[in-house]
């Protein structure tokens, strides 16, 4: 499967704040995030909450960059939450699965930071 999973009985504003605590304890950064409910209210389309983050652990930039150059394609790693009714989806696509299909590399760096990522994403 090229992504992790998990549907939340909580809105997308409570997974992205307990999210952002959880990232924070653990050194890891929200690099940027997209409010697409917000951007679409300004066309006069109405969406549920739905947020695109970029996630990063700066060290594990690092070691991923100097693994395989080009994985810079796949971080830092995007964290999609999209909420339906009471429901929240998180979505994460997986960087060792990508750069294992599409970069020669075997994606065992990527996956150790984000076997973390989804411990945390586990723990909403």
Do not use: R
């Amino acid at each position: 499967m090229y992504s992790y999973e998990k549907t939340l009985n909580k809105s997308a504003e409570e997974v992205f704040g307990g999210l952002h605590k959880l990232l924070k304890e653990a050194n890891w950064l929200i690099i940027s995030y997209i409010d697409l409910k917000e951007i679409f209210s300004k066309m006069q389309k109405e969406i549920e909450p739905y947020y695109i983050l970029d996630v990063c652990f700066p060290p594990a930039a690092a070691e991923l960059v100097k693994d395989n150059e080009d994985i810079g394609a796949f971080i830092p790693c995007k964290v999609v939450l999209i909420q339906h009714g009471n429901t929240t989806k998180i979505l994460m696509p997986k960087p060792s699965v990508l750069s294992k299909e599409y970069l020669d590399t075997d994606g065992k760096v990527a996956e150790k930071y984000e076997t973390t990522l989804m411990g945390m994403l586990d723990k909403l």
